[in-house]
């Protein structure tokens, strides 16, 4: 399982994702973690997943696909932020039918975030009975 984390550490409501990175890679020693940055080609394997700050969310949430964002306005470049980074490689079909995006709303606490996303890592790195892993479903944004 590979979870790709986006953000900003220089605009504070834009940063949780990478905040909570540490702490996650301490839970969860197993998993691979990386930071992908902007100005880097992105690259995701069946079944990753994206961490990063959602707005317009009032908890951690899981995303199946990218039709459940609003996109952004776009002025100039520096408004490339990863949802059009995500939208781009789907259209040049590098991007997994099978993504996941683990949204974090700017506003909770960094605390209730490390829980949530961390449940949420928990149940999606658990393998089923047949031996493959699931794919975390219940927490999808309705």
Do not use: C
């Not at 932020?81 to 996941?100: E, W």
């Amino acid at each position: 399982m590979m979870v790709a984390v986006v953000g900003n550490r220089d605009v504070a409501e834009d940063a949780m994702a990478l905040e909570l990175l540490p702490e996650l890679q301490s839970l969860f020693p197993k998993i691979g973690f990386k930071v992908l940055d902007s100005n880097e080609e992105w690259v995701f394997a069946s079944g990753a997943f994206v961490l990063d700050v959602v707005k317009g969310i009032e908890r951690v949430t899981m995303f199946s696909d990218l039709a459940s964002f609003s996109p952004p306005p776009h002025i100039t470049l520096h408004d490339f932020d990863a949802f059009s980074h995500l939208q781009l490689l789907k259209k040049l079909g590098k991007l997994p039918d099978d993504i996941k995006i683990i949204g974090i709303p700017p506003t909770i606490s960094k605390q209730e975030a490390l829980r949530e996303v961390g449940a949420i890592i928990a149940e999606a790195s658990q393998p089923s009975k047949s031996g493959r892993h699931n794919s975390y479903t219940d927490r999808t944004r309705e």
